[in-house]
């Protein structure tokens, strides 16, 4: 079998194959085929890996476009996902820098994570006497972002990372914003949230794709939704992303469907609109705006109930 792999020497980028027999790959994990390629075809192949139990997050590679954690990753598994392929291709994770094969730089990431302030400032009633005691039910509010490994699987997958990276950070550090603004010990939530806000909060394209691809099963784009969630509860509501969350309730509230005429007025205002106008005529062109929208949608069928859930969300919310 081949493996294709993604190198890069510090100046040039290019693809190596090394072909491995059976039972070189067979019952073995990702991690151990390149082990095994670095053993016994090229010393100078270069990744990252330290503990091969799924806890360092040091051996995150992509596989056919899609990341995987290596030392998690069994060789049986992955050819099955692909139907059994005579070739697989392997590369460094997306939306990194690389610095050598399948290195990649983690320092601008490193750099985002400080911006958030990942470890909490405890509150005045507790004391190095006192302990710094939660409840289980608080505990469990965080307790699975804490095991997020730093792998960079879902900053390697996030579309809006890789459409321009300038205004926003990877979705990990959103979850670490998370779990620090939404501990019950921390003093102040602030301290965590507003970075989050100032550095893409709003930008997430809801894609899912950090979802998806979590080796822990971390949901990033929920903890996102989380944080918006506190912004909006504490007035944090500047902007065009707050404005668009609270037109798109109202839009279900109203008739249960999204107007695209209303959703644009209300997130952006008359005015920007108005600069948008060959955007909208486009949109219209390929019939995915109504212009007779404009005079209102007809209630969607079931749209009692769908108040109703709306309203028992918020009831839930509040207590
Ligand atoms: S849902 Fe948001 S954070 Fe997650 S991958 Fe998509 S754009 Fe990135
Ligand atoms: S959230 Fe999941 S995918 Fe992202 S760095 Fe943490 S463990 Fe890896
Ligand atoms: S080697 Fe540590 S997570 Fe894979």
């Known amino acids: 079998m081949k493996f294709i792999i993604q190198r890069f020497d510090g100046n040039k980028q290019f693809e190596q194959t090394y072909e491995l027999e059976k039972s070189e790959y067979e019952g073995k994990t990702l991690l151990s085929v390149l082990l ?4 016994t075809r090229d010393i100078t192949l270069n990744f990252t890996a330290s503990c091969r139990s799924a806890i360092c997050g040091a051996c995150a590679v992509r596989v056919n476009g899609h990341s995987y954690l290596a030392c998690d990753t069994k060789m049986e598994e992955l050819l099955k996902e692909y139907d059994n392929p005579d070739t697989l291709k392997i590369a460094p994770i997306k939306n990194f820098r690389v610095i050598s094969d399948l290195v990649v730089d983690w320092e601008p990431s490193i750099e985002n994570l400080r911006k958030i302030k990942p470890t909490i400032v405890a509150k005045d009633e507790f004391s190095p006497e006192k302990g710094c005691k939660q409840t289980q039910e608080e505990f469990d509010r965080i307790s699975k972002q804490w095991d997020c490994i730093l792998c960079g699987c879902c900053a390697s997958e996030c579309n809006k990372l890789e459409a321009d990276a300038s205004d926003y950070m ?4 959103f979850t670490h914003a998370f779990r620090a603004a939404y501990d019950s010990r921390s003093k102040d939530p602030m301290i965590h949230l507003k970075p989050s806000i100032d ?4 930008m997430c394209v809801h894609c899912q794709e950090c979802a998806d691809r ?3 099963g971390i949901s990033a784009a929920d903890d996102i939704a989380g944080l918006r969630v506190m912004a909006m509860r ?8 707050p404005a668009h969350a609270e037109a798109f309730l109202l839009d279900l509230e109203d008739t249960g469907r999204l107007n695209e005429i209303y959703l644009a007025l209300r997130s952006e205002g008359v005015l920007a609109n108005t600069a948008k106008m060959d955007i909208a005529f486009n949109l219209m062109k390929a019939g995915k705006m109504n212009p007779l929208h404009i005079l209102g949608d007809e209630k969607i069928e079931g749209h009692d109930d769908l108040v109703k ?3 028992a969300a918020r009831a839930a919310s509040k207590e």
């Open 170 to 173: 990877e979705p990990f550090v």
């Open 234 to 241: 504490k007035g944090l509501k500047d902007g065009t992303g």
């Open 199 to 202: 550095n893409g909060l709003w």
């Open 214 to 216: 979590c080796p822990k």
């Open 309 to 311: 859930m709306i309203e």
């Open 36 to 39: 095994r390629i670095k053993q």
